[in-house]
Structures are given as structure tokens and as C-alpha cells.
């Protein structure tokens, strides 16, 4: 995501919290190191473990995945990070307050998406495995994630490099927007 749309945020009063999930298949070191000592923001990623073109930084939230990595793996370690980060409790001090319920949750103001598409198996640089399908799964995780966190969302377009067919990428980064629209559809003719 642009680091400096991200620290324009912080100075408008209304949000006081902001995740960053960063799904690109490279770690999100510009966010780690930009949002280090910045409190009101959390910084989630997930990303190949051999696969850093810079040094590395440390998130708030940093899962390596394996050279290879299939979808079942990808998704199933998307799932249980993303129910951790909605299940922890957050409130104004940072203690959790066991009051609250599930509905009354609301620990991040906006959520940014770094929806990256170089996880997929065509991918020139990406080093996953993750099918046309996984990603598409991936992007359904995350929207629904978002919607019970009850916070708005950002998508930012992410990595996605063709290796000689420009289709497969194009078609992943198409999707992720296309896919959105989908889902904000859904939900608006369940009202």
C-alpha cells in the first residue's frame, strides 16, 4: 500500500486503529519499519521464506510460508492468523475487556488489504504455488473477515509478475477488484 496514504490516516481523528494485512508474496518490510513505533497501527504478514529481495523487518505479525506452498496450506494458515487477529481483545488501553461481545468489536477503524497476486503458480518472482482459485479463495477470507470485523476496507493492488503469458496475473489482479464488487453485492441484496 502507498506508506504515505497510510500515515495521512493516522492524523484524521476518527481512526484510532488500522490493520494492514499484507498477503504479497514478499514481507511487508516498507509497512514494518514505516509503522514500527506507531502503536495504533498492526501489521500482518504473510509471505514465502525464501523469498526477500530486501532486508527483512519485523511486522507486529510475520508468517513465513514454504517454497511450493499449495492452497490448502496457504489458505488453512490465512484462516487460523485472521481468527487470532479478530478474536484478540482490543479496547482503548490495550486490555481486554471481556464485556464486549463479538458484535460490539470493533478494534480497527480501516483495514488495509495488500492484496499482492505474486503468490500465484505462474508467477515469475512469487515462488508459491497458490492456484487461480486459492487466490480467489483468499480474497473471499479476507472480505469476510472484514465484514464481521465490521470495518471499512482498502484494497491495494499488489506484486504479480509474468513469467511469458501476462493472462494469469492480469486475470488475479482483475479478480480481486471484480471479486469485491461480488461480495459488496451479496451483501447489500441480503438487506
Known sequence: PDNQTQKNQLSTPAIRRILIIDLDVHQGNGNAVLFQEEERVKTFS?????????????SDLDIEL???????????TLRFWLKNIENYPFDE????DEVKSNTQKKPFDI???????????DDRLG????STGGI?????????FVH???SPLVICMG???PRDEWDPILKAHTNVYWEAHQFLSSLSKER
Not at 515462488?127 to 497458490?130: C, D, K, V
Request: aromatic share 12%; charged share 30%.
Open 111 to 121: 483495514i488495509f488489504f495488500q492484496a499482492g497476486v505474486d503468490i500465484h503458480k
Open 66 to 76: 514454504p517454497v511450493g506452498c499449495r492452497d490448502e496450506t496457504y489458505l488453512s
Open 148 to 150: 464481521r470485523m465490521k
Open 127 to 130: 515462488r508459491l504455488s497458490i
Open 46 to 58: 504473510m509471505q514465502c521464506k525464501a523469498n526477500y529481495f530486501s532486508k527483512k523487518e519485523q
Open 159 to 161: 506484486g504479480g509478475y
Open 93 to 96: 488501553d490495550g486490555r481486554s
Open 136 to 144: 480467489s479463495r483468499r480474497n473471499q477470507i479476507v472480505f469476510e
